[in-house]
């Protein structure tokens, strides 16, 4: 969405597994490296003709960056967030999959370098290498709020001259007198066919005038091609080369067709605008180049601008450098069809629907680094509607969401993959946002993974979730949102969000969420911070970075978010301190730190506690506030749940420090659980003794043991008669 309305928010040496690790970025050695683990990916997406490897996963002897979820930083944007920086002499050499003929390298250079990359194919070095440049890169959006200096990626390609079977090794370095330094995030590799012959009956541009490779204009030309094709209608066929369009064209009821998206390309910041058309409109089988350096939200910088009418087909398209892939507005358009198309680097939004776009597919698209919104349903002034959303891959949009859908109606969105979405939005948003048509009939979200999707919102300051809703303008009500069979991969903070982005607490209800896998999370299964009631079913979660849900809405004089569902399992236990924002798990999870408090925040029971002394003031962090039991009532016990069975080898009881807590002995025992059944002692029943001059605290250590649930027995207090704890603390082992 373009931001002149107000911004959504938005002899090897093996690598050394001890990797460090500091403020989210891992840095390894350089030297001859094998390949690393390669990151986490999910099921779903669209069917690609090329295969992507990773450079962190390929043998390499440059620096390992990464993995890095900093907003600003290289390597925050790079797939998997991780990618290879190179210096001179060094290199990263992928292994194929499968067969192929060409190359697409995902790279960054230092700011205002250009130049050329050398590749090796099998130990033959290609004569005229690969061109690079920074021009496209560096994005500044300064009007947008909380932006930072943005999209450092872009791609440039190169046909081998030759085949290359799988197995082979594709060297991709930097040689005397290319540039000195580069990162590479990944590299595409695809069997590219011949270009295709000119369809029996069709015009081609070239007979209007339209000279590939010469750096003339060629609008003019196209032009013309384009109405004779209309009067006569015939196919306009793009034969292969480079064509200039310096002025855009206008196109209805006219099929354009290329030799193949490695062949026919044309050039231009703006290809196609359309103030109007009936349809029938196919684009297929070229590529649109641009040369948008910054965004320019004044400036239609789109492949496509405009309106498409009725029954067009986009497909077959490689858009890549303009502002947006294709920008659809400017009136009604129905029954498209927009697919197998590859978009990357764009400074905004790959497809955007901008109001009044029905019964249309958006499928088998695959987009990368997009500044924006990847793919956005926008229901500005008139609704969206009936509209499908199916089997894209959606990678590192920079600057907002992978999959939005703000507004509309009866709209679906089904086996999508998203994945690394960056700062000022998640992964999929569905809310009443920008003004849109409010939400209406059934929305559906199906068979959709999420990947490392989600990011720290620097207005926010907190997490936006993998999956999102969002009752910013207003309540998210009178309608029916199910959400099934939705994967969400480590997920740097919540898995999903509840939120009312103005912080006015409007209600979001009608969301059925059934059948859901969470594997990692940096925070909360679940995180709401307005009111209403959503049901949640069947969602099973491991790796819960805090606990499984965080529900402290805004205003706080508003009240929760009211939760029902069943069948859930593995995100037990509620954030108790809503004055407070946990610190997430970086990356992926791991196993918490020897000496970690692991039991904060976690869910507690107890068999019995006095007025205004939950068992929650245990795990709040704070000591001064406590547990206290029911009074003249022992035995009584207390037990934290820690989400997943965990190492831990210590555990720590703390008292308030206030000079009103005078020194007391409480005799308590100490039992550990997998499963909430079978106990294991960890510390036998005994004094533990609290002195105001050392803190009021007492510890006991012990063998490491694998617990779920942690468990402490109290039958005696010499200072109250009734168990009394301000903070239980559980240490990983």
């Known amino acids: 969405m373009m931001s002149s309305l107000p911004h959504r928010l938005r002899g090897?040496?093996?690598?050394?597994?001890?990797?460090?690790?500091?403020?989210?970025?891992?840095?390894?050695?350089?030297?001859?490296?094998?390949?690393?683990?390669?990151?986490?990916?999910?099921?779903?997406?669209?069917?690609?003709?090329?295969?992507?490897?990773?450079?962190?996963?390929?043998?390499?002897?440059?620096?390992?960056?990464?993995?890095?979820?900093?907003?600003?930083?290289?390597a925050s944007e790079a797939s998997g967030r991780q990618a290879v920086q190179l210096g001179q002499g060094q290199y990263v050499e992928f292994t194929l999959p499968a067969a192929a003929n060409s190359i697409n390298v995902h790279f960054n250079l230092p700011r205002g370098s250009s130049g050329r990359m050398s590749v090796y194919v099998d130990g033959t070095k290609l004569a005229n290498g690969l061109p690079v440049t920074s021009q496209y890169t560096y994005t500044d959006t300064p009007w947008i709020t909380g932006s930072t200096t943005h999209h450092f990626f872009d791609d440039a390609r190169l046909l081998f001259g030759m085949d290359a079977a799988p197995g082979a090794k594709v060297r991709v370095g930097l040689d005397p007198g290319d540039v000195g330094q580069a990162t590479i995030d990944l590299a595409d590799f695809e069997q590219v066919a011949p270009a295709a012959t000119q369809p029996a009956g069709s015009?081609?541009?070239?007979?209007?005038?339209?000279?590939?490779?010469d750096a003339t204009d060629d609008s003019a030309a196209f032009g013309k091609a384009l109405a004779a094709g209309q009067a006569q209608n015939k196919t306009v066929w793009i034969p292969p080369g480079r064509f200039e369009i310096g002025t855009a064209l206008h196109i209805d009821k006219t099929t354009l067709r290329g030799a193949g998206p490695w062949y026919s390309v044309l050039h231009g910041n703006n290809v196609f605008n359309n103030g109007n058309a009936s349809g029938n409109i196919t684009l297929a089988d070229f590529a649109v180049f641009g040369s948008v350096s910054q965004r320019n939200d004044g400036s239609p910088d789109n492949a496509f601008h405009g309106v498409l009418g009725t029954g067009s087909t986009v497909s077959g398209l490689w858009i890549q450098n303009t502002k947006c892939g294709l920008w659809l507005m400017n009136g009604a358009s129905s029954n498209l069809t927009i697919e197998n198309n590859r978009i990357l680097d764009t400074q905004a939004d790959g497809v955007n629907f901008d109001g009044a776009v029905t019964n249309s597919q958006l499928r088998n698209n695959y987009l990368r680094n997009n500044g924006d919104d990847?793919?956005?349903?926008?229901?500005?002034?008139?609704?969206d509607a009936n509209n499908t959303i199916a089997n894209n891959t959606v990678v590192q949009p920079n600057l907002a969401n992978g999959i939005a859908l703000y507004g509309g109606a009866d709209n679906t969105v089904t086996g999508n993959l998203v994945q690394d979405t960056n700062a000022l939005g998640g992964g999929y948003a569905v809310g009443n946002r920008f003004n849109s048509v409010p939400l209406s009939g059934t929305v559906t979200l199906t068979g959709n993974t999420a990947v490392r999707a989600g990011a720290l919102d620097p207005n926010w300051k907190f997490g936006v979730g993998a999956l999102w809703f969002d009752a910013r303008d207003q309540a998210i009500s009178g309608v029916t949102i199910k959400v099934s069979d939705f994967t969400a991969i480590d997920s740097p903070y919540e898995a999903i969000q509840f939120i009312d982005g103005n912080g006015a607490g409007k209600p979001i209800g009608g969301v059925t969420i059934d059948g859901v896998s969470v594997r990692g999370t940096g925070t909360f299964v679940a995180q709401a911070q307005t009111q209403g009631t959503v049901s949640i079913s069947n969602l099973t979660a491991s790796g819960v970075g805090v606990t499984g849900t965080?529900?402290?809405?805004?205003?706080?004089?508003?009240?929760?978010?009211?939760?029902?569902?069943?069948?859930?399992?593995?995100?037990?236990?509620?954030?108790?301190?809503?004055?407070?924002?946990?610190?997430?798990?970086?990356?992926?999870?791991?196993?918490?730190?020897?000496?970690?408090?692991?039991?904060?925040?976690?869910?507690?029971?107890?068999?019995?506690?006095?007025?205004?002394?939950?068992?929650?003031?245990?795990?709040?962090?704070?000591?001064?506030?406590y547990w206290e039991s029911t009074n003249n009532a022992f035995p009584q016990s207390l037990t934290v749940d820690l989400g997943d069975p965990s190492a831990v080898n210590k555990v720590t009881i703390k008292l308030p420090g206030s000079p009103a807590w005078t020194g007391r002995t409480q005799t308590l025992e100490v039992a550990g659980s997998t499963d909430g059944s079978t106990w294991t002692t960890l510390v036998p029943s005994r004094g533990w003794?609290?002195?105001?001059?050392?803190?009021?605290?007492?510890?006991?250590?012990?063998?490491?043991?694998?617990?779920?649930?942690?468990?402490?027995?109290?039958?005696?207090?010499?200072?109250?008669?009734?168990?009394q704890v301000g903070e239980l603390e559980v240490a990983a082992a």
């Open 689 to 723: 003794k609290f002195d105001p001059a050392s803190g009021n605290t007492a510890s006991a250590s012990f063998g490491t043991t694998a617990a779920r649930y942690v468990r402490l027995t109290v039958t005696a207090n010499t200072g109250w008669p009734a168990g």
């Open 203 to 213: 015009i081609s541009v070239t007979d209007y005038g339209a000279t590939p490779g």
């Open 374 to 383: 990847a793919l956005a349903l926008w229901s500005n002034g008139q609704a």
């Open 550 to 625: 965080y529900n402290c809405p805004y205003p706080t004089s508003i009240p929760k978010m009211t939760f029902t569902g069943s069948g859930n399992s593995g995100w037990t236990g509620t954030w108790a301190d809503c004055s407070s924002w946990p610190a997430p798990r970086s990356g992926p999870p791991q196993p918490p730190q020897p000496g970690t408090n692991i039991a904060r925040g976690k869910a507690i029971a107890a068999t019995g506690s006095q007025g205004g002394f939950p068992p929650a003031n245990a795990v709040d962090g704070d000591p001064g506030t």
């Open 12 to 74: 090897p040496v093996l690598l050394s597994a001890a990797i460090l690790v500091s403020s989210g970025l891992a840095v390894a050695a350089a030297g001859t490296a094998a390949a690393a683990a390669c990151p986490a990916t999910g099921s779903g997406g669209a069917t690609t003709a090329f295969r992507t490897v990773e450079a962190e996963c390929s043998t390499t002897t440059g620096t390992a960056l990464g993995p890095d979820y900093t907003q600003g930083t290289v």
